[in-house]
């Protein structure tokens, strides 16, 4: 593979297995090595021999189904791949979908309100308004609070509920 | 008390009947959802989890039934019998009062800036969640693409992508720098979704609560079953739960309980007032106050629940993976085959290499991974939601469905309490009368939305989480509980204990019994003054100070402690007294009104006055 990957570099296509040379193998597959050029005379600068392993790296790695946390080259630090970025981010999408909708919600809602509002007052009186409105509206006489009938609740008689209190006491 | 002109009926002028609820399960949601809110899911856990797990229930059930539940029912029955919102009730009650009305429209204000600034972090976080991987489980790389970033390489890609990328904090609160256009967008939307809710009053959010206040319980209830098959949620579950009697000495312990349920059940905001004036007049206000209260407690239980099975999830696994960092530095040192130490056999293995190798084994940079210490490590608030509980989500199979379910749930329980909130500003804004009767509600709901939306773009500031914490700690506080306090007072002693035991018998058909009027006649008031001073004396004996992200701190990543300015000191004063400011305010105004009457009319004096038939 280290062969392989000087072979790449401009001027070194004659790099041979025999030009790289290991020394210190031991037993959990770490060695140095060093790569000589091809009259055997002496050794390539180390810069040289980096660089054609980082550009190779990807396939370094894959040829021993590694990466670059598993296969490590002593200062030959890994160019990360980037992360993709989508050109447009996704939360802006679903920002974008949020927004349209509470709009036109919201547009509906106003023009449904305006619609009533113009229903109301073309129709002056509307029965229904006003039995609505007698169930909620606690009649004033004199100006003291008597309550209607409960329609609802059966079991308390409003007549004969003890009312003297509220009437004006003399 | 013969003296005191009795409640009016209110005249809704114009002749249009006061809003009704649709049902009755409208009403009981609109409170539920008020009340559950942010702090029943990270409020509540922490608490438990620092004092004492299950013997702070302890505590925490005796202020529920001596303070939470009676004014809980007080606030529901005034509401209901004088049918008006915070201002007009305490008005109607005495004009000498109309201040608290007020002091809980002010407070119900600034509580609304700063609870929709959390919902839009919450929107943040939930329109980023639709992605996979998740932008937060991994650090970015830096600008030649050799390393990561160094910030996030020291602190953790989390944190990182909440300080920097969310909050873009700055190192100083006086630092405030730009508004931060993201943050400034999602307010807009958050903003937009209240006022779509709110736009008719009741009318809208009646039908909005049944989703808003539902779905959190759905959530939760999937969360609680996906959290309790994870592994590790039962040593979650044990550790946290098991209960340490010994807290219980200390009173700090009986305060934040007290305080718990204060905010948790969010009395003394007018809200409650505003819903159950909407009632009609007969209405079992006694068995709703106790119901919403206990649904409240329940669903902090089953919240914390969910909550700490995933947090014990999450411990577990950190502590697995501080086993294999350790596990790998013993093979890499002792040229062990892989695999050969696993996490169970791994203290073996240590032991043995100690004894043999002891020097060799001292050499090696081991951690001590214990697991209580990785339970240990609890937080609350932000920190929970936005930190830990997102880191939690990142170990689950699933991910992003998960992060997108928490952070859905997390925004309708802030928009559910957040309903109550905006009906405790604008009910009041109806029966004062603000507006003529002409505009529609829709341009009133609009304007207040709009002038909170614009009030509330300065927490999107780069120190806007500084100025969130001020807020949360002083504005809402010690307001809440002297605005308590003066309403127990005003309806007990001003309104009359006989007069308000008749209408309540009225409402129910029942007196209130011998709990009732004591708890509101001594037990309540007391309580609250207690907390009052208790509280304040907290406040006032530790100089106030916060924590700043600042990545040029010698110990980042721990958060620097920094003490306020006195500029910021300043409005810190001036948020906690502002609001109750109103009440001798509007005293001294009512009395300063009276005599100036008495004084241009010095005839009426003594003589009784004959007003339409009715006697003083």
């Known amino acids: 593979m280290v062969a392989f990957s000087m072979r790449k570099v401009p001027n070194r296509e004659t790099t041979e297995i025999s030009h790289v040379l290991l020394c210190n193998v031991t037993q959990r597959v770490s060695f140095w090595f060093v790569v000589t050029d091809p009259s055997r005379n002496h050794t390539l600068p180390a810069v040289e021999v980096q660089s054609a392993i980082r550009m190779n790296r990807n396939r370094i790695n894959n040829a021993f189904f590694l990466n670059d946390q598993t296969l490590e080259f002593l200062r030959i630090p890994s160019t990360l791949a980037p992360p993709t970025d989508p050109s447009v981010p996704i939360w802006i999408i679903i920002f974008g979908v949020i927004f349209c909708i509470v709009l036109v919600a919201t547009m509906l809602l106003i023009l449904s309100g305006i619609q009533q509002h113009r229903r109301k007052h073309k129709g002056p009186s509307e029965m229904e308004d006003t039995e609505d409105k007698c169930e909620n509206v606690i009649t004033i006489e004199n100006g003291i609070p008597c309550d209607p009938l409960d329609m609802k609740g059966g079991h308390i008689n409003d007549a004969f509920v003890t009312e003297d209190e509220r009437l004006t006491p003399l | ?616």
Not at chain 2, 430 to 452: H, W, Y
């Open chain 2, 1 to 616: 008390m013969a003296g005191t002109p009795g409640p009016d009926p209110p005249a809704d002028g114009g002749g249009e009947a006061r809003p009704a609820w649709d049902s009755k399960l409208q009403y009981l949601l609109s409170c539920v959802g008020f009340a559950v809110g942010l702090g029943n899911l990270w409020r509540f856990p922490y608490l438990c989890q620092t004092y004492g797990g299950g013997a702070f229930l302890i505590p925490y059930v005796v202020a529920l039934a001596f303070e939470g539940i009676p004014l809980f029912h007080i606030e529901l029955a005034v509401g209901q019998r004088l049918r008006r919102g915070s201002v007009g009730v305490w008005t109607a009650i005495s004009p000498y009062l109309g201040g608290v009305g007020l002091g809980c429209f002010t407070v119900s204000f600034l509580v609304s800036l700063y609870y929709n600034t959390v919902l839009t972090w919450v929107l943040w976080y939930l329109l980023n969640s639709f992605q996979h991987p998740l932008p937060w489980s991994a650090c970015p790389l830096d600008l030649n693409r050799t390393g990561l970033v160094q910030e996030c390489r020291d602190s953790s890609p989390v944190s990182y992508f909440w300080y920097r990328r969310t909050l873009n904090v700055s190192a100083d609160i006086s630092d405030s720098g730009p508004v931060q256009w993201r943050l400034l967008l999602c307010l807009a939307v958050s903003w937009a979704v209240v006022y779509l809710c709110v736009i008719r009053g009741i009318e809208t959010t009646g039908k909005a609560i049944y989703f808003t206040a539902l779905f959190p319980y759905l959530v939760l209830t999937v969360f609680l079953v996906r959290g309790l098959t994870l592994p590790g949620a039962m040593q979650g579950l044990t550790y946290l739960f098991t209960p340490d009697l010994r807290v219980l000495q200390s009173p700090r312990v009986w305060l934040d309980a007290a305080t718990q349920i204060f905010f948790s059940l969010s009395l003394a905001f007018g809200g409650h007032i505003a819903f159950a004036s909407y009632n009609p007049p007969r209405n079992n206000c006694r068995r709703d106050a106790v119901s919403i209260a206990l649904v409240n407690s329940m669903t902090s239980l089953y919240a914390s629940i969910a909550v700490f099975s995933v947090l014990g999830f999450k411990a577990a696994s950190d502590h697995g993976q501080c086993l294999d960092r350790n596990i790998l530095h013993l093979i890499n040192a002792f040229d062990l085959p892989e695999q050969s130490v696993s996490r169970d056999t791994y203290t073996a293995a240590l032991a043995r290499l100690n004894a043999s190798q002891p020097a060799r084994v001292a050499g090696l940079p081991l951690e001590a991974c214990r697991l209580e210490d990785f339970l240990d490590k609890s937080a609350s608030g932000t920190g929970l939601a936005f930190i830990v509980f997102t880191e939690a989500v990142l170990h689950m199979p699933g991910a992003p469905v998960w992060a997108v379910l928490f952070f859905a749930m997390l925004f309708s329980l802030g928009l559910s309490s957040m309903f109550g909130n905006m009906e405790s500003i604008i009910t009041p804004l109806l029966d004062l009368g603000v507006m003529p009767r002409r505009v529609p509600k829709e341009v009133l709901t609009g304007l207040a939305c709009l002038l909170c939306f614009l009030t509330a773009t300065c927490f999107t500031l780069r120190s806007g989480s500084y100025w969130l914490e001020i807020f949360d700690q002083y504005a809402a506080a010690l307001n809440l509980i002297l605005l308590a306090f003066f309403e127990v007072i005003g309806v007990v002693y001003v309104y009359g204990m006989k007069r308000f035991c008749d209408d309540i018998a009225w409402m129910t058909g029942r007196r209130p019994g011998f709990y009732w009027r004591a708890t509101w006649k001594v037990v309540s008031p007391l309580l609250l003054l207690t907390i009052f001073v208790a509280y304040t004396a907290l406040l006032a004996s530790s100089p106030p100070r916060y924590k700043a992200w600042n990545p040029r701190y010698e110990r980042f990543p721990s958060r620097q402690e920094k003490p306020y300015p006195g500029w910021v000191l300043a409005a810190c004063a001036l948020l906690s007294f502002l609001p109750t400011l109103w009440v001798p305010v509007v005293a001294l105004g009512q009395l300063l009104a009276r005599c100036r009457e008495k004084t241009r009319d010095p005839l009426q004096d003594g003589r009784p006055k004959p007003r339409g038939g009715r006697a003083c």
